[in-house]
C-alpha cells in the first residue's frame, strides 16, 4: 500500500464548476497535510495546510480533513482554466523527522 | 523573507559525467533542507534531506550522493551519471520540527543523453 495515495485523474470539470480533489494515507499518526499545485514543467507551490479535523477555507480552496478515515480533500470553487495543473497531496509522517510525504498527484483540466 | 535558490535551470549531460547541482537559502537559520527527483510523469521521490550542517539522511540507494558544507547550502552531486537520473531535481526547505510545509526551489531540469 503507497503511503499516500491520489487518483492520477485527469478529472475534467467545466469552467466555473467544483472541483473535488481527494488523498488517502496510511500512517494513522500524521498530523500534519499539504496540498500543492504543479504547473507543468514547474515546481511545487503550497497552496493550502491543514492540520485539524473539519474544513478549512481560503478564498476559492477549501480543505477537508478527517483523521478516523485517514482522508483529506481539495475543493475548488468557481474553477478556472488558470487552476488546470496537477496537485499534489503531502502529509507528514508521524515519526517526526520533517520528512514529507508526496502523493503521485492528480491532473486537473478546467474546460472553457 | 525567505527566499530558496537553485542552480543551473536546465542541464544536459553525456551517461558518465560528473554531476553538482546546489541549493542556497536566505532568509531563515537552521532549516531543514531536501532533494527530490521527479520522473517524467511521475511524483515526487525524496532522495535526501539534512536537519543540520553534515547530517545528511540517503532515502533511496543510488549513484547520487548530496552534502550540506553549511547551514543554509545543499549539493546534489553525483561522479558518474546514468540514463536513469534524467529528471526534474527540486531543492526545498523547511522550518524546523516536524509539522511545516516544504517550500521549493525553481528546480532544475537534467537530461542524460
Known amino acids: 500500500q503507497k503511503e499516500v495515495e491520489q487518483n492520477s485523474g485527469p478529472l475534467s470539470v467545466p469552467e466555473g464548476a467544483i472541483a473535488s480533489l481527494n488523498c488517502t494515507y496510511s500512517?494513522?499518526?500524521?498530523?500534519?497535510f499539504f496540498w500543492y499545485r504543479q504547473y507543468s514543467g514547474k515546481s511545487p507551490e503550497l497552496i493550502m495546510s491543514?492540520?485539524?479535523?473539519g474544513d478549512k477555507e481560503d478564498g476559492r480552496f477549501t480543505a477537508q480533513l478527517n483523521k478516523a478515515s485517514q482522508y483529506v480533500s481539495l475543493l475548488i470553487r468557481d474553477s478556472q482554466p488558470s487552476d488546470s495543473a496537477t496537485y499534489l497531496c503531502?502529509?507528514?509522517?508521524?515519526?517526526?523527522?520533517?520528512?514529507?510525504?508526496f502523493g503521485q498527484g492528480t491532473t486537473l483540466q478546467v474546460k472553457p | 523573507s525567505q527566499t530558496i535558490h537553485q542552480w543551473p535551470a536546465t542541464l544536459v549531460q553525456p551517461v558518465g559525467s560528473p554531476l553538482s547541482l546546489e541549493c542556497t537559502v536566505e532568509?531563515?537559520?537552521?532549516?531543514?533542507l531536501y532533494w527530490y527527483r521527479q520522473a517524467a510523469g511521475r511524483g515526487l521521490q525524496l532522495l535526501f534531506y539534512?536537519?543540520?550542517?553534515?547530517?545528511i539522511s540517503s532515502e533511496v540507494p543510488q549513484n547520487l550522493s548530496a552534502s550540506r558544507p553549511q547551514d543554509r547550502q545543499f549539493i546534489l552531486s553525483s561522479k558518474k551519471l546514468l540514463l536513469s537520473d534524467s529528471g526534474f531535481y527540486l531543492c526545498?526547505?523547511?522550518?524546523?520540527?516536524?509539522?511545516?510545509?516544504?517550500?521549493f526551489g525553481n528546480g532544475t531540469r537534467l537530461t542524460v543523453t
Open positions: 500512517d494513522r499518526g500524521s498530523q500534519s
Open positions: 532568509g531563515t537559520s537552521n532549516p531543514n
Open positions: 503531502a502529509v507528514h509522517g508521524s515519526s517526526n523527522t520533517g520528512k514529507l510525504i
Open positions: 539534512s536537519v543540520g550542517i553534515g547530517q
Open positions: 526545498a526547505w523547511s522550518v524546523p520540527g516536524g509539522d511545516s510545509p516544504l517550500h
Open positions: 491543514i492540520y485539524s479535523n
